[in-house]
Structure formats: C-alpha cells, structure tokens
C-alpha cells in the first residue's frame, strides 16, 4: 500500500511562486504515473497535472497550463508541482496522486491519493 505525502503548502501573495512535493512511503512512487489534483472550497476536486513514471511525458489542466509544471525525480522518489504566477483563484487543497497505469489525459480514476496541502493564495 503506498502512502503518499504533500509538503510544500502555505500563505503567499499573488504572482508569486510555490513547489509543491509528494513522497512516498510503504512502496516506490517511480513506479507509478504520479499528479496532482486540487479542490477549492465548496468546489469538485480538480484535476491539475499529471506525469508518467520515467518523466517525458507529461499533461495539464486547461486552468494551470503554461504556469504550472509537473516534474519528477526518481532518485529522490519525489514528485513536484512548481506553480508560477499564482492567482487567488489557485486557493486550495492540493492532493498527490499515484496510478499504475499512466494515461496522458485527465485522470478520472487514481489508486493512491495523499492527505493534501493547503495552497491559499492572498490578493
């Protein structure tokens, strides 16, 4: 059973930047296409960014293309989330998620979900 965990959350201003990033532990997070979802208050989890298990391809959400990027480093076992140019409508938690079989779409199933991250963005 692999168990992820975020760090990186916190309170910043807009424009600025953040990284999220999501270790595993109880298995090996390579092994896996690994992303990233996020739910705003009162809204439906959605979907942000994903990344397959070697790390060449990668797909992103309408809402964060060209200012969020997905990345990896299996070394480490970490996968990350830089966020550039936030925007006070970027406030949620964000969720890491883990799937054996890599799709290069929108997730609408994941095997493994993290606790989340808290993301506010001030204004």
């Known amino acids: 059973q692999v168990q992820l965990v975020e760090s990186g959350g916190g309170l910043v201003q807009a424009g600025t930047s953040l990284r999220l990033s999501c270790t595993a532990s109880g298995g090996t997070l390579s092994r896996y296409g690994a992303g990233w979802f996020r739910q705003a208050p009162g809204k439906e989890r959605e979907f942000v960014a994903v990344?397959?298990?070697?790390?060449?391809?990668?797909y992103y959400g309408d809402s964060v293309k060209g200012r969020f990027t997905i990345s990896r480093d299996n070394a480490k076992d970490t996968v990350y989330l830089q966020m550039n140019s936030l925007k006070p409508e970027d406030t949620a938690i964000y969720y890491c998620?883990?799937?054996?079989?890599?799709?290069?779409?929108?997730?609408?199933?994941?095997?493994?979900w993290g606790q989340g991250t808290q993301v506010t963005v001030s204004s």
């Open positions: 998620a883990a799937r054996t079989l890599y799709i290069n779409t929108a997730w609408r199933r994941v095997d493994y």
């Open positions: 990344i397959n298990q070697y790390g060449d391809s990668t």
